[in-house]
């Protein structure tokens, strides 16, 4: 008897084939003990609400919201044929069936990925197939033919996967109620006669649009402002300069540059005295490993072109490729039963590295920590090594392995040093002399304004005057030596060096040069998708450096938004949404993503908590803490409140408020080579901001006059091919023709005129 094995892609099975020296078929592999088949990801999608009511084919306000009383799954849609099966679907799936119904097996091992998703991409297929045969589960984090033998040995009963499986089908299903009802609702809200679009409603799409809003309206609402700095170069008595920077307790930014070049004037070529000296060695630790979302931050941010969800896919190729470990994790540690297994990964891979001879394995809770994982580890290499790679694939995997080798590198000794300087000598002006700085041993000055003072002070209050800076003021000089690079040597990370001079506390320097510097606040910068990703891993909560523990925690608690497997993704959706758009590394909101934002009556969508709970929910369905039953009686109620909620409500739909537009660029400029996009007015470049001037406008009076209009379809034949034809044209006389419209420039106006050739 024999056992059959179902893996979830083709080139899965063929990592257990080649473990189990099982030998190819047509659509499975077949050994001694195991046949192995596979799946394409999902073969099975939930039904199509025409599926459960024929009447559903037509979308009408008044059926909604739907909510079917049984859930049921068919054969996926082919992608050009939706009412049909997708023919490479139906024939792997009558390989399924014919394997698992064989008389000679006698059970079904699960080999899908061992995550959410992965589990009900099984667990669908054996329940539409009905199968009463055994099923058992194969728990794996890499593909190599050592895992899968030890897997094999460990074999879990699948039905211990339950929590794990209610979790996939709630989220499946809560996703299906929400983008059916709010997706049809809000596009039949919208429609605008033959111009009527699909708008994409999401539970994950909503709040990441709203991240991205929220940072456009910082950066659109930000006001210019300056501040003034103060920069003092000091020489020692040995002629070595320095530079420090004029603090007044923790501020050393000033709104009254006036002031400051007085006080600049009144201390220039003085002395100084070194009223402090502060050295500190410190320690810096290897970044943690890889999880899925740093990877795809750390690749997007260094690599021109790259995207997360290219990244995800490169690393599930490694991954298939037996590799890296599995990449779709949360975790920036590792599980201490691997402690033994990758002690020997190691050994294979710094044999290979220059710094082999500075590595030394250890067990580092920054390394190996069980309660910081979950489900599966950080993303590692396997002992395999490659024999060849492609470039992009080549950049993942030295990523993956050099942070890898990084740990095991000794950590990066730095040593920092900050002085304090005060000015010694008394201000001369005519009168009395300023108190300053006493001995050399005897500690601040008596005059100073302690820190904390100044910094509450109220906002309205004056600005300091010079000699206010001078009694209350210091210079502060910082110095960083890189003592030992470390880990820093692997990754190739700047070691720049500030050196300051040999001095001590006590030593009396010259300030030479004082100068004020103007400094403009910067707004925020635009999120990429490395700050996109953190901010959605991290459900908008921010965290220090220091905080590194508690947000790892938060992260793993399942709190965020969507799940590592499925951020990239929605970043995609998005854009192939027209909801956002990618300017080099930045994005933004498109028009259309801004006006839904500002006017879907949906507003718990948008609040990153609220979704973050949910995304919470489902992560304590798998702990066990909650029911699939009482999220989706959760979900079906949000559901038909939401559908009330859009109905009901005036602004959204209201082309007063900004009618939806066509997703996506309609082509190219001809001006620039941006994208041109719909507004409601035009078709305008994309770049306008920056000065580009290209548009063709909706109410064009030249094409009015002949009876049609500018239509999204007519300018996007128009860039595309240069010309667009029309038949029955109407002139000023009546008469009817056919024309091809040229949208040409005017090389001495620099406009944009149409010119028109007659067709017979």
């Avoid at 050592?146 to 074999?155: D, K, P």
């Avoid at 190729?317 to 590792?334: F, G, Q």
């Avoid at 395999?384 to 694939?393: F, G, I, N, V, W």
């Avoid at 470390?486 to 070691?495: A, F, N, Q, R, S």
């Amino acid at each position: 008897m024999k056992k059959l094995i179902l893996a979830e892609k083709p080139s899965v099975a063929k990592n257990i084939a080649d473990a189990t020296d099982a030998v190819r078929k047509n659509g499975y592999y077949e050994g001694k003990e195991y046949i192995i088949t596979w799946a394409f990801g999902h073969l099975l999608q939930l039904y199509d609400a025409k599926d459960y009511d024929p009447e559903m084919k037509v979308w009408r306000m008044e059926k909604f919201p739907y909510i079917p009383e049984e859930f049921h799954y068919k054969l996926k849609s082919d992608g050009k044929k939706k009412d049909q099966p997708d023919a490479g679907v139906a024939r792997q799936m009558n390989v399924i069936r014919e394997l698992a119904m064989r008389a000679d097996v006698e059970g079904i091992i699960s080999a899908t990925d061992d995550d959410r998703e992965g589990q009900i991409i099984a667990d669908e297929i054996l329940d539409y197939l009905k199968t009463d045969k055994p099923v058992e589960r194969i728990l794996l984090n890499e593909w190599t033919a050592a895992e899968v033998q030890r897997g094999l040995g460990s074999l879990r009963p699948n039905k211990e996967m339950q929590s794990l499986q209610d979790a996939g089908f709630g989220r499946q299903i809560a996703d299906w109620l929400i983008g059916i009802n709010l997706t049809s609702v809000a596009t039949l809200k919208c429609r605008n006669g033959k111009n009527s679009r699909l708008l994409n409603i999401g539970r994950v799409l909503m709040p990441t649009l709203k991240i991205i809003y929220d940072r456009d309206k910082e950066i659109r609402d930000f006001k210019v402002t300056k501040y003034y700095k103060l920069k003092g170069i000091f020489e020692t008595d040995a002629k070595k300069r320095f530079e420090g920077i004029y603090y007044v307790g923790k501020n050393e930014k000033f709104d009254a540059p006036d002031e400051l070049d007085k006080l600049a004037r009144m201390i220039e070529g003085r002395p100084a005295k070194i009223t402090d000296k502060k050295v500190t060695k410190k320690k810096e630790y290897a970044p943690y490993l890889f999880n899925l979302s740093n990877l795809q931050g750390f690749i997007t941010s260094k690599y021109r072109g790259w995207t997360s969800d290219k990244v995800l896919k490169t690393a599930q190729d490694l991954y298939e490729k037996k590799l890296i470990t599995y990449p779709r994790t949360a975790s920036v540690v590792l599980d201490e039963s691997l402690i033994g297994k990758v002690k020997k990964v190691l050994e294979i891979h710094q044999a290979s590295s220059p710094y082999r001879d500075q590595m030394k394995f250890h067990t580092s809770k920054r390394i190996f920590d069980s309660k910081k994982v979950e489900s599966h580890s950080a993303i590692i290499p396997t002992y395999m090594t490659p024999k060849s790679l492609k470039d992009e694939e080549r950049i993942v995997y030295e990523a993956v392995r050099t942070r890898f080798l990084a740990q095991f590198m000794p950590v990066a000794l730095a040593e920092d040093t900050e002085l304090t300087l005060r000015m010694t000598d008394a201000l001369s002006d005519g009168g009395a002399d300023v108190p300053t700085t006493g001995s050399a041993d005897s500690g601040p000055d008596a005059a100073e304004v302690p820190a904390k003072e100044t910094a509450d002070a109220p906002e309205d209050a004056p600005p300091l005057t010079a000699e206010e800076m001078f009694r209350q003021g210091h210079f502060l000089a910082k110095g960083k030596i890189q003592l030992e690079p470390g880990w820093k040597l692997l990754e190739g990370v700047d070691t720049k060096e500030v050196l300051l001079p040999k001095v001590e506390k006590g030593d009396i320097v010259t300030l030479t040069k004082a100068e004020v510097n103007e400094v403009e606040r910067k707004p925020p910068k635009p999120h990429t998708e490395k700050t996109l990703l953190r901010v959605m891993e991290t459900c908008g909560r921010k965290y220090e450096e220091k905080d590194d523990q508690e947000m790892m925690m938060a992260i793993l608690s399942g709190f965020s938004i969507g799940t590592p497997a499925t951020r990239a993704e929605t970043i995609k959706k998005l854009k192939d949404a027209g909801y956002i758009q990618a300017k080099g590394k930045s994005l933004s909101c498109t028009e259309l993503g801004t006006k839904l934002v500002e006017t879907f009556p949906v507003r718990e969508l948008f609040d990153l908590e609220y979704t973050g709970r949910l995304e919470k929910t489902l992560s304590d369905i798998e702990k066990k803490k909650h029911t699939k039953e009482e999220f989706l009686h959760f979900v079906t109620e949000f559901v038909k409140t939401s559908v009330e909620e859009i109905k009901k409500d005036d602004k959204f739909g209201n082309p007063s408020a900004g009618t939806p537009l066509h997703q996506g660029p309609v082509g190219k400029c001809p001006e620039c080579g941006a994208d041109v996009i719909e507004t409601e007015k035009a078709f305008g470049c994309s770049r306008w901001r920056e000065g580009c001037k290209f548009a063709i406008w909706k109410n064009d009076t030249f094409i009015t006059s002949l009876g049609k209009k500018v239509s999204y379809e007519m300018v996007k034949i128009l860039l595309e091919h240069g010309k667009v034809g029309f038949r029955g044209c109407v002139s000023k006389k009546g008469n009817k023709f056919a024309a091809y419209f040229f949208y040409e420039k005017d090389e001495k106006s620099g406009r944009y005129r149409w010119r028109l050739e007659f067709i017979d």
